[in-house]
C-alpha cells in the first residue's frame, strides 16, 4: 500500500483591520492549497473553540488552508461579557465577516484561494448573509448546528452550495435548518448526525462533522461552481 503523508501545513497569527479596530486571527496553509474555509464561530465562543479547531485540523489534512478568527475586537469582548448582546448581533457578525472575505480575497499575504465558509451556531447566519453578500467570493458553506433562521431574506440570495449538518437530537434547531433548507435555492444539503445533541459532545459526531465539511470544501473548491 502506498504511504500517504500528510501535508506540511505552515500556520502565523494575522492581525485582521476591521471597523473598530483589529481582530486576532490563525490562519494555517498547506502546502499546494487552493481553497480556504473561514470560520465563524457561534455565541460566547471565539477562534480558540476546541470543536472549531478539531474541524479545522481534518481540514487542512485534506489540504484546505483555515483562518479561525474572533468577530469581536477586545473592547467588544469586554463588552459582550458584561452584556451579552454583541454575540448576537448578525448584521454585525456579517459584516465582520465580509471585512475579512475581502482581506482573503485580496491575498492576506499568502496568495488567492478559492474561499468556503463554516458557521456555528449564530456564526451560520453571519456566514449565509455574508455569502449573499458576496456571491461572487464565497464558492461553498458549511453550517454546524446552526442558526440559518437568522439569516432571514438574506437565504433565498444565496448562491454558494450550503451544506447543513444538524444533530439527531437537537429538534427545534433540526427543525428550523428544515425550514431554511426550503428558503435557499442553491445546491444544497443537509446532514442528520445521529445521537449528536447541538454541541456534538457525543462520542464520534464531531468526527462525522470534520468529514463532511472536508468533502463538501473539496468538492465546491476544487472547481468554479457558477460564473
Known amino acids: 500500500m502506498a504511504h500517504v503523508t500528510e501535508p506540511v501545513v505552515r500556520s502565523r497569527h494575522v492581525w485582521l483591520p476591521v471597523a473598530g ?13 487552493t481553497g480556504i474555509v473561514l470560520f465563524a464561530h457561534g455565541s460566547g465562543s471565539s477562534r480558540l473553540s476546541p470543536r472549531n479547531r478539531k474541524v479545522a485540523r481534518e481540514l487542512q489534512d485534506g489540504g484546505l488552508a483555515t483562518l479561525l478568527f474572533d468577530l469581536l475586537t477586545p473592547m467588544e469582548e469586554e463588552e459582550d461579557k458584561r452584556t451579552g448582546q454583541l454575540r448576537f448581533d448578525v448584521k454585525l457578525l456579517a459584516d465582520r465577516l465580509v471585512t475579512v472575505i475581502d482581506l482573503v480575497a485580496e491575498g492576506l499575504g499568502e496568495g488567492v484561494f478559492r474561499i468556503g465558509l463554516f458557521g456555528a451556531s449564530t456564526g451560520s447566519a ?18 454546524r448546528g446552526g442558526r440559518p433562521d437568522l439569516a432571514e431574506s438574506a437565504l433565498a440570495s444565496v448562491r454558494a452550495p450550503t451544506l447543513l449538518i444538524v444533530g439527531a437530537q437537537d429538534p427545534q434547531v433540526l427543525q428550523l435548518n428544515m425550514n431554511a433548507l426550503a428558503q435557499l435555492k442553491c445546491i444544497k444539503r443537509m446532514e442528520v448526525v445521529p445521537r449528536a445533541t447541538h454541541l456534538f459532545a457525543e462520542a464520534g459526531t464531531l468526527e462525522q462533522v470534520s468529514w463532511f465539511a472536508r468533502d463538501w470544501f473539496n468538492q465546491h473548491l476544487s472547481i468554479p461552481t457558477y460564473s
Not at 127 to 143: E, H, Q
Open 21 to 33: 479596530g483589529a481582530i486576532d486571527g490563525d490562519l494555517s496553509v498547506p502546502d499546494r492549497a
Open 126 to 143: 453571519a456566514a449565509l448573509i455574508a455569502a449573499a453578500k458576496r456571491p461572487k467570493l464565497v464558492r461553498a458553506i458549511v453550517s
